[in-house]
């Protein structure tokens, strides 16, 4: 069976995190959505996306396809029944499709139905349609949506027609924006934590720290001395390779990646996720980075989610309640202003390759795009479009000529490699957002 998840109409609720990847790449807990289901169906999955994200994400076409949406995490029952769909059945809940079987028939429907893709030998990647690439950048995002959503619209369409409906009833975690990354982090990290450590033995912590319970799972290789870590509160899984140095003050339900580094004196609460090759530092409370991040020094990181390949100066704080306890607004990118979100507390959404310099400060409900390069203690707007630089609200448009060759130079430091694929991505990126950097100065 060849697996699918396609994006559907998370992909733009959940910007500025799906700008440089597909839904399914985010992640959630210690994996990405990806990593779970691929572990739960025990297949490989392909990724069916935007079309500007598809040469490095590319997704493949068979005669026997199920597609799933990538804004779901995954358990055991709604893996096994996604996995046990028979031909034309689809799985729905509330009008929203989960997942369907695809034909070969349904198959090359789809691949014609202007996804970017052609039918033929092998459904070769075809090159977007020249007049989209000729709009201007607002046009361009507006065709970019439409085509994230036209799947969805196509499954709902066939699945009409088809008649084969199942109504899922079971318990069902959907990233439907962004500040469910860290609202969901504690069932998706108790879930992985089970999901990597069945049948598995812990590698033996030093005697010099002090545990409290016993859901902690250490990973090969870990460096780990004279550090506190509560497992009470939930589960603790430090990956292969991870640094954890003396005096780090560790609270469950956390997950700390491959390689990444807690310095000395950290205070992490969970539930929180530090991705792989991260360093971090202060205090950091009920959040997600990604990746390949860092916040190295002191400074208060609180419901907050954080993109791979960003640096935060330091003492970077960011506020996540408000003085009059009222309930946080987001930037919204789906409706180009505030949305409720409903919570007492929500911090900082910051996208990919962005960085902040020392002493940094950041209102309750910053949503921070794409390369965006702050500095200076005057504090920001609540939303800094991607491609921006400056202090406080005087910001200029950041060139990409410019911002490619400082993400090149992070990338490299991590040991990481800025691809060609990588360049024409951020390039597209500027021009979808261009709408958004309207007034700032050359």
Known sequence: MNYILFDGNARSALLPFTRTRPVAEIRAGILTIREKWERFLGASCSCLTAAYLREKFPFSLSAENILINASLLPDTALAKRVASLKPGQTLMQKGAVLAAW??????????????????????????????????????????????????????????????????????????????????????????????????????????????????????ADVEMECANINTLTGPVYIGKGAVVMEGVNLRGPLAIGAGAVVKMGARLYGPTTIGPESVVGGEIKQSVIFGNTNKSHDGYLGNSVIGEWCNLGADTNCSNMKNNYKSVKLWSYETGGMRDTGLPYCGLMMGDFSRTGINTMFNTGTTVGVNVNLYGSAMPPAFLPDFSWGSGDALQTYRPEKALETAKRIMEHKGGYFTEADARIHHEIFNLTEMYRKGASE
């Open 102 to 219: 695809l034909g070969e028939k349904e198959a090359r429907s789809l691949a014609q139905a202007g996804y970017g893709w052609q039918s033929g030998p092998g459904l070769q990647h075809a090159q977007d349609d020249a007049n989209e690439r000729s709009l201007s950048g607002e046009r361009r995002a507006e065709a970019a949506d439409k085509r994230a959503r036209a799947i969805e619209e196509w499954a709902e369409a066939t699945v009409q027609r088809a008649g084969a409906v199942e109504e899922w009833t079971g318990p069902l975690h959907r990233l439907i924006h962004p500040e469910d990354i860290f609202r969901f982090n504690a069932e998706a990290i108790a879930a992985d934590f089970d999901l990597l450590t069945a049948g598995k033995r812990s590698a033996i912590p030093g005697s010099t720290n002090r545990i409290l319970g016993h859901r902690l799972f250490l990973e």
